[in-house]
């Protein structure tokens, strides 16, 4: 019996792990441990309960207006003890938090193996996304198995020259997502069920970046302003992130418009069936942009670049930068011209095909030699 531990501590790396966390606990040969650090609470325990994932351990770091520093040190140190505690074989991380890059290293100075989801996604821009980039990067150099969503991210690690124990699974989003969307789902938000989603136009908006906040954040809004302006049959819905510079920026630029509504963070199954629903995604998350593709939604990404170059590439997804004028322009564009629209609005899955989960458990069962073969790779 091999005893491996998940951990993860913010929203975007729950509806990530919380799949891979219950693949893992159906897995003979397996102890699956969960050990959440909680960076994020009440958007964290919103996601725990649509999956009805009980942790192990909840580290429980969250401080309002949290700096990077305190929350690094803070899970570093809880984690010294969970490790004393649990004795994990293995710990897999997730993607590129401070919680990721805190839970590898605290692995790794506890000399366990690391396995790393969601591996190999570069910007190769040390300040964006900000911390990251790096956190991605610091956390590669650890691992000892690192789970690629797609073939172009395994590239990446491979000009790196990390070769070895690289798995090309998909993303687990994928996964996350075949288990919430539904024809007959209805939102507890009042706003949500009244809004016509097919007379009106639904722009889903969500924006919460480190690098965006300030001159950014305030070009993108007031972009967004001036659309729920220009177009009388849009309505923007603008679940805000908890985060205080969030809150502040959006109740400034955005708050007592009729056509914009400023709501609560969502719970994931009630963001998905809303994505599935909506027009026109315009975000700088980077969930939301693997998500929407699979919907068949086009997207307007809210920042200069992205690591997710696949749905770019396959045309669902466009950058539009944190410039006013450009961000007006491209969704007026995609609001006016159907033509426009179309030719974004094609269900595309780069990022996964909603098996990544069996294929990291199965990768992780063949590291342990429990398995005869590693799984077959994610092709597009
Ligand atoms: C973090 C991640 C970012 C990820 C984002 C997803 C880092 C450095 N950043 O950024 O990569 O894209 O999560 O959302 O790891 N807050 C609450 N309740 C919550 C969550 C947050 O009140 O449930 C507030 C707190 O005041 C907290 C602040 O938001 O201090 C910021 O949270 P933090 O995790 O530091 O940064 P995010 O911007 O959420
Ligand atoms: N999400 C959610 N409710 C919200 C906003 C986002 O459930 O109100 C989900 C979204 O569907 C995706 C994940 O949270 O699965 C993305 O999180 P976020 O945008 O905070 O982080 P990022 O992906 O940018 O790191």
């Avoid at 999956?51 to 700096?67: A, E, G």
């Avoid at 790794?108 to 996604?121: D, K, N, S, T, W």
Wanted: aromatic share 6%; hydrophobic share 40%.
């Amino acid at each position: 019996m091999k005893t491996v531990m998940t951990i993860f501590g913010t929203r975007p790396e729950a509806v990530k792990m919380a799949p891979l966390a219950l693949e893992l606990s159906r897995r003979e040969g397996l102890r699956a441990l969960c050990c959440v650090t909680a960076q994020h609470r009440e958007m964290l325990d919103s996601v725990l309960d649509i999956f009805r994932l009980k942790p192990d351990f909840d580290l429980n770091v969250m401080q309002p207006s949290q700096t990077l520093a305190s929350i690094t040190s803070r899970c570093l140190l809880g984690l010294e003890e969970v490790f004393v505690r649990a004795q994990p074989d293995l710990v897999l991380v997730h993607g590129d938090t401070s919680t990721t890059f805190a839970g590898a290293l605290a692995a790794f100075y506890h000399q366990i193996p690391v396995g790393h989801v969601e591996a190999g996604l570069r910007t190769y821009d040390k300040l964006s996304p900000f911390p990251e980039e790096m956190n991605r990067k610091m956390t590669g150099a650890i691992a000892d198995l690192h789970f690629c969503p797609t073939p172009a991210n395994r590239d990446n690690l491979a000009r790196e020259n990390i070769r070895s124990g690289v798995f090309v699974t998909g993303n687990t989003v994928l996964d996350a997502l075949k288990t919430t969307v539904r024809a007959e789902f209805r939102f507890t938000d009042k706003i949500l069920n009244q809004l016509d989603y097919v007379n009106q136009k639904v722009v889903l908006v969500t924006c919460h970046r480190r690098e965006n906040y300030g001159r950014p954040m305030a070009n993108i809004m007031t972009a967004l302003r001036r659309l729920a302006d220009a177009f009388p049959d849009v309505r923007l819905v603008y679940p805000v992130h908890l985060s205080p510079v969030v809150q502040q920026a959006a109740g400034q630029y955005l708050s007592g418009h009729p056509r914009i509504h400023l709501i609560p963070p969502l719970s994931v199954d009630e963001m998905h069936n809303l994505m599935a629903r909506c027009f026109l995604v315009m975000t700088d998350s980077g969930g939301l942009q693997e998500e929407a593709p699979a919907l068949g939604k086009p997207v307007l990404v809210l920042r200069r670049e992205t690591e997710r170059p696949e749905a770019v590439e396959a045309g669902t997804v466009k950058l539009a930068g944190v410039e006013e004028e450009e961000i007006f322009r491209l969704a007026r564009e995609l609001l006016s011209d159907p033509a426009a629209y179309q030719q974004m609005a094609r269900a595309a899955n780069p990022y996964g095909d909603g098996r990544a989960c069996r294929r990291i458990a199965d990768a992780v069962q063949w590291h342990f030699g429990q398995l005869d073969r590693p799984p077959q790779p994610f092709a597009v």
